[in-house]
């Protein structure tokens, strides 16, 4: 297969007409899977620029960033009475260091990004979540989760005070706490508040059980207790779950499958009683449907399942409301290429009011599954990476109260490349994975595209960086798959400056 892989299969448009007033800067933190450090970005929506503020030393390589956006949004809501802090905008960082651990950042008001401390954790994790009270942390990763009681006065760790298991106690010691085991092991955390009732619940996927494991969460003491393990809805199938998202009508969750490319949705109900400490005798969550990540021509029974296995599912988002009061219309999900032959994909799936796959237009008429989806192909594969986020593009998303009910709301989107093209290692050749490396400029870790809505464009890139050029490159190969984080070059080498390939980015502001 001969494929410029740095061409994209969409053309870079022009800029779009429809926005509303944008900020003038956007800040983006972005972690690398083969740099140390944590990058600091501007995004000029007007210029059309994304550059780098800061360059911080950090305790990478840092898979994921998680922060206290939501925390400080909720303080601002004169219907929230939450207790009085002085933490400001605060991050939280996994790593593959060796040993494990979590760190906090502090973010400045004219920012700059300030180490808080670190706190070591049990294995590597995946994923951090901070829901309300905004008390606790939860990280979870492999053979292991964790909840960590936070510093209200700065957002700091204060102790542990759990540690899940996703295997048997006598089986931990020897259980593999590394990065690998997160191929199989646990991958996230999300929660929900059961509208009308007392009722709060966590939901972990595991890969390798093909499971969705469910919690009741006590917010006072952070704790969760195991209450069921929801299997895969395709029996003898390993779906692989990964990403979980829970709507905030507080009745619908969303699951991506690594394996199979998949996305589910659930409706989920109390089945037993919040404060019991025995296990649900019924599953909580009742399997509702499902979309493909890749185009038809992609997915079954279109393709045979080794085509679908070039692709590996991977993120999950819900796109912000098109208004106060009311519900996402929009769930996005991504997806990456097994190898650097084959490109990710990116794609916007229409939600009903109830959170459904949408099915018919606001005046009723029907249309089928892949009008109710729009794609983009990516440049690369996407390495490791391929994570998003997503911030409004019109102030119609913030505040702004509607009469009538909307569908579509425009986003710039954050998509990180950890592929070998974005991290200076290029390959060329008929089959390009048979080919030696040859050493580039790194470009393209991070990427801003942009969606203005359904049928209006597509979803079209912005701008990405490193951009062609902006850096010296003498950095020798790094072998990503030997499995020792030691491989990883030294902090405060020359390379630990570069931005070898994105890992996760989000948006600050």
């Known amino acids: 297969m001969n494929i410029d892989m740095m061409q994209p ?20 933190l972005s972690g690398s899977f083969r740099s140390l450090s944590l990058f600091l970005l501007a995004f000029s929506p007007a210029a059309r620029t994304l550059s780098l503020l800061h360059q911080v030393p950090g305790f990478g390589p840092h898979q994921y960033i998680g922060t206290n956006r939501d925390k400080i949004k909720s303080s601002q809501s004169s219907e929230t009475n939450l207790s009085t802090t002085t933490v400001g905008l605060a991050a939280y960082t996994t790593s593959w260091a060796v040993p ?26 995946s994923y951090i979540s901070f829901p309300h009270p905004y008390t606790h942390l939860y990280s979870m990763g492999g053979p292991t989760g964790e909840v960590h009681l936070l510093s209200p006065q700065s957002g700091s760790f204060l102790e542990k005070v759990q540690e899940i298991l996703f295997v048997p106690p006598d089986k931990l010691a020897d259980a593999d706490k590394s990065r690998k085991a997160l191929r199989y092991g646990s991958h996230a955390i999300e929660f929900a508040h059961l509208p009308g009732t007392n009722t709060r619940l966590a939901f972990v996927p595991v890969l390798g059980t093909n499971s969705i494991e469910v919690y009741t969460h006590d917010p006072d003491s952070g704790f969760l207790t195991h209450v069921y393990s929801s299997p895969s809805p395709r029996s003898g199938v390993e779906d692989g779950p990964r990403h979980v998202k829970v709507h905030p009508n507080g009745k619908i969750l969303y699951c991506v499958t690594e394996h199979n490319n998949l996305l589910d949705v659930y409706s989920f109900r109390a089945t037993g009683r919040s404060d019991s400490s025995t296990e649900w005798s019924n599953n909580p969550l009742k399997y509702l449907g499902t979309r493909s990540l890749l185009p038809p021509n992609l997915s079954y029974p279109s393709a045979s399942i080794q085509t679908i296995h070039r692709f ?11 208004g106060a009061g009311q519900w996402p219309t929009e769930i996005w999900a991504t997806t990456r290429g097994a190898t650097e032959d084959d490109r990710g ?17 606001p005046s ?29 593009k019109s102030p119609s998303s913030f505040d702004i109260p509607y009469l009538e009910p909307r569908v579509g709301s425009p986003v710039w989107i954050l998509l990180t490349d950890d592929s070998d093209y974005a991290v200076g290692e ?4 008929p089959s390009i994975l048979s080919q030696p490396v040859k050493r580039s400029n790194p470009v393209g870790g991070v990427r801003v595209l942009e969606w203005d809505s359904w049928s209006n464009g597509g979803i079209r890139e912005v701008v990405s960086w490193p951009s062609a050029g902006k850096w010296d490159c003498k950095a020798e190969i790094v072998d ?25 980015a989000v948006w600050l502001d």
């Open 9 to 28: 299969v969409q053309q870079v448009l022009s800029p779009s007409l429809n926005i509303s007033s944008p900020p003038e800067t956007l800040h983006v």
């Open 100 to 125: 494990p651990i979590l760190s906090s950042w502090e973010i400045t008001s004219d920012w700059h990004l300030n180490h808080l401390d670190n706190v070591p954790i049990t294995a590597v994790s």
């Open 312 to 322: 590996r599912g991977d993120t999950l988002m819900l796109g912000p409301s098109v």
């Open 345 to 361: 994909w990116v794609s916007v799936f229409k939600l009903d009011q109830d959170g459904m796959f949408a099915t018919s237009n």
């Open 364 to 392: 009723g008429k029907s249309f089928s599954e892949e009008e109710g989806v729009e794609r983009y192909e990516t440049p690369t594969s996407g390495g490791k990476a391929h994570a998003i986020d997503l911030y409004p």
């Open 426 to 429: 290029v390959r060329d050749g």
């Open 480 to 504: 990503e798959e030997a499995g020792d984080t030691e491989q990883v070059v030294e902090q405060g080498s020359d390379e630990e400056r570069l931005m070898r390939g994105g890992s996760h």
